[in-house]
């Protein structure tokens, strides 16, 4: 038997970096976000060997440990799996768990898409699937949450575990105390179709590492600069804007939006935006698109374009020539799903 688990990745639409501590305790955050047809598997395999073995299949990589009721963290690729399994050991079972996880991303770590914390959820909902935990959307989001950003202490925001354990378009608001709620939106399927045909998602072809500028974004809030905070104020009113925008099908609004969110986004932290970045954004409006954004922290991974009319496809065609791929995508409107291959033996 193997049980298995998908989550969807999504795109930051507006609020981001306003999820993250201490900005969202002292003031509150908001973040719009919607998952995309992109995603993260874990598959768990149960063994009677004693043995605990994490298998990353897409590079070969495969790590084998003698089972245990806490597995150390060493600070490698394994770190997520192990800190998972260690966290269910504690919480729910006592006792150590024997299996084999594999786990494969649709989207490289770093990309902007939320990947680490996606691929933390799927894991997560593969050992509900399996142990039968008691664990629904809010509560597999937060232990999320907690592991990535307590226990293995990495840097980063609350947006990315609510988004893959609900799916779809939501309006997410944080608060002090972690505390966190999703607003689902209701969204017409003419208007989520002409958004997907609108916004052009672009991988720069770079990665980065996330939690170095978030580090420095928080370094700005604790440190009281003035620029910082008020970027951050004006990113979470644009959330408000363009769910507003959405909500009553003034699509073309989105693009404008965009183009001061990203001018606000930049002033949040140093390393945000490169010159490679500037470049593709520069050459996107040229050809035709009204606004864009980077996807997620910064410095790297995937930006994405609001193009009215038919301007994707000149779009598309000037940044051919920039080193990166236009990536196809469409909205969806599932968060993390879960099953076995007991039922098909």
């Not at 969202?24 to 995309?36: F, K, Q």
């Not at 363009?242 to 099908?249: F, T």
Request: some cysteine.
């Amino acid at each position: 038997m193997i049980i298995r688990s998908k989550a969807p990745f999504r795109i930051g639409l507006a609020g981001g970096g306003t999820d993250v501590s201490p900005y969202s305790d002292i003031y509150g955050g908001c973040i719009l976000n919607a998952t995309i047809n992109l995603y993260a598997y874990a598959n768990i395999e149960p063994r009677d060997d004693g043995k605990a073995v994490f298998r990353i299949p897409q590079t070969g990589e495969e790590y084998v440990f003698d089972a245990a009721v806490e597995l150390p963290i060493t600070h490698d690729k394994t770190d997520l799996m192990k800190g998972i399994y260690n966290r269910i050991i504690k919480d729910f079972v006592g006792k150590p768990l024997s299996l084999t996880l594999t786990c494969a991303l649709e989207a490289p770590f770093g990309s902007g898409l939320g990947t680490s914390s996606t691929l933390a959820v799927a894991i997560l909902g593969s050992y509900s699937e399996w142990l039968r935990l008691p664990l629904g959307e809010y509560d597999l989001a937060y232990l999320a949450y907690e592991i990535e950003r307590h226990d293995l202490k990495q840097a980063g925001g609350k947006q990315d575990q609510y988004a893959a354990a609900f799916g779809g378009f939501n309006f997410m608001e944080f608060y002090a105390d972690d505390k966190v709620i999703v607003n689902p939106l209701r969204i017409r399927g003419e208007v989520m179709n002409e958004l997907s045909n609108n916004l052009l998602l672009y991988y720069t072809n770079s990665s980065r590492n996330s939690g170095d500028i978030i580090k420095k974004q928080q370094e700005n809030v604790t440190g009281k600069k003035s620029k910082s905070i008020d970027a951050m104020h004006q990113i979470k009113k644009q959330a408000y804007e363009i769910k507003e925008a959405i909500l009553k099908g003034h699509l073309d609004e989105i693009g404008h939006i965009l183009h001061r969110s990203w001018e606000y986004k930049k002033e949040m932290a140093d390393g945000i935006s490169t010159p490679f970045i500037e470049e593709i954004y520069d050459t996107a409006i040229r050809a035709g698109a009204s606004g864009g954004k980077i996807s997620g922290a910064g410095g790297g991974g995937y930006v994405f374009f609001y193009c009215p009319d038919n301007a994707k496809f000149e779009v598309t065609k000037a940044l051919e020539g920039l080193g990166g791929k236009v990536q196809p995508y469409t909205f969806t409107k599932k968060g993390l799903e879960t099953w076995s291959t007991k039922s098909f033996r």
